[in-house]
């Protein structure tokens, strides 16, 4: 009666929900000042006052019929000239209102994305290891195969004579997520340079473009002078995918974005099909009343002064342990090599013994390290250094 795939989507644990679960359930026996969660990427940091004061301001005095009713499907123009506008102003990009589709947050642009780019079950996408895991669903939604480059575990950067292996005719698009989760390591300026040149000569040799899919929710989340390049600028067949969900806290308001610059090639049956694509899940109009805040709230800056705190405490107090673990300059994210290399095995201990909640990164098609989500008070960070200690010591 049913749609097998989808039964078998819906009813599939997530090993992520189920250490999050796992700790409310612990949290009534044991006391929530004794379980260590740092399983989801949930933000923890509230989203910017002027977020909160446009909501009210547009509920007391914007048009109430037009703030509850449908925007066009690509969503208001004056949002998406206020977003083209800061992007110009940040990147030098020359976009656009018409380059631009609003969407129900990231994980729609990208499924959207993928729909469009997919023409046939020989089709590929490209995943960098580690990567987040929807990537599976989503890229694989029209029967694509998602290919998966192994992880640089010396930089957490891209592999590249992996990478340049597993391209093949087939290829449609390289998927990249900078700020990274899992590791939270921003790809750099150089590593983007390579893969524009390596996708360049790829494309030219195959006869058709290989685009990238910017996966972007954590572009605004950097710590330091680090930089995020914006890829379009280094890499015109480039698809980006954005949400604020992340940057400004508001993962359940649903809001962000598709953008592809005219200089894409194909631009035109691109963009246009991935405007089919979400008409076909449904994907349309996000809520004019959040488009609006954005509007208004487009140059808004996250205070990223309580990560960056949970970082500097994390990342010093673990390396003083012995951990190692890929540089953390973006996202909220830490990515620790497990003690004995058997990341499964260190998180059920953890979890068992000390209430400390950390997600393997098999799941991330990287075994051997572990995913700590700092986006939590820095209070249960000083709590749990003590299991943190007592775990690794446990491996002497
Ligand atoms: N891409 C990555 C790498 C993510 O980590 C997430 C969410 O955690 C998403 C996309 C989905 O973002 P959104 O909540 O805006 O749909």
């Known amino acids: ?21 796992y700790g409310l359930e612990q949290a009534k ?25 446009a909501i009210a301001d547009l509920a007391q005095n914007y048009d109430s019929i037009k703030l509850h009713g449908y925007s066009v499907a690509a969503g208001h123009e004056d949002v998406r000239q206020a977003i083209a506008d800061n992007l110009n102003e940040r990147f030098d990009v020359n976009a656009k209102a018409s380059e631009l589709f609003m969407t129900c947050g990231c994980a729609p642009a990208l499924v959207s ?60 698009a390289v998927i990249v997520n900078s700020p990274n989760n899992p590791s939270g390591v921003v790809y750099t300026e150089e590593t983007l340079t390579k893969m ?20 972007e929710p ?104 012995g951990y190692e673990m890929a540089k953390p300059d973006g996202a909220f994210y830490m990515f620790v090599k497990a003690p004995n290399g058997d990341a499964v095995a260190f998180s059920e201990k953890a979890k068992l013994e000390h209430n400390l909640l950390v997600v393997p990164g098999d799941g991330f098609e990287c075994p051997g390290y572990f995913r700590l989500s700092y986006c939590v008070s820095n209070d249960m960070i000083k709590r749990s250094l003590p299991a943190f200690k007592a775990m690794i010591e446990s491996y002497k």
């Open 29 to 53: 026996i044991v006391g929530p000042e004794n379980v260590f969660d740092y399983s989801l990427g949930n933000p923890s940091i509230p989203a910017p006052a002027k977020v909160n004061e």
């Open 113 to 172: 994305v993928a729909k469009a780019l997919t023409t046939s079950t020989d089709d590929e996408f490209i995943a960098i290891a580690p990567f987040f895991p929807e990537y599976h669903v989503f890229f694989t939604c029209d029967g694509a195969q998602l290919k998966v480059v192994p992880a640089d575990t010396e930089h957490f950067q891209i592999n590249f004579a992996e990478l340049e292996k597993i391209i093949t005719k087939n290829t449609k």
């Open 1 to 21: 009666m049913v749609n097998q795939k989808y039964y078998g989507l819906g009813t599939a644990p997530s090993g992520i929900r189920a250490l999050f679960a």
């Open 218 to 321: 954590y572009r605004e989340l950097v710590y330091g002078d680090v930089k995020v390049p914006f890829i379009p600028t280094i890499y015109d067949n480039t698809i980006v995918c954005y949400s604020w969900s992340k940057s400004l806290s508001l993962p359940g308001e649903r809001i962000g974005y598709v953008f592809v610059g005219e200089k894409c090639e194909m631009w035109d049956e691109v963009f246009n099909s991935i405007v089919g694509a979400a008409r076909e899940i449904g994907s349309v109009c996000p809520p004019t009343l959040i488009q609006k805040v954005i509007g208004r709230c487009v140059g808004e800056m996250p205070n990223l002064e309580a990560y960056d705190e949970n970082r500097q405490l994390l990342f010093n107090s673990l390396s003083e342990m």
């Open 196 to 215: 524009a040149a390596l996708l360049t000569e790829k494309g030219k040799e195959f006869g058709h473009p290989i685009y990238i899919i910017a996966d």
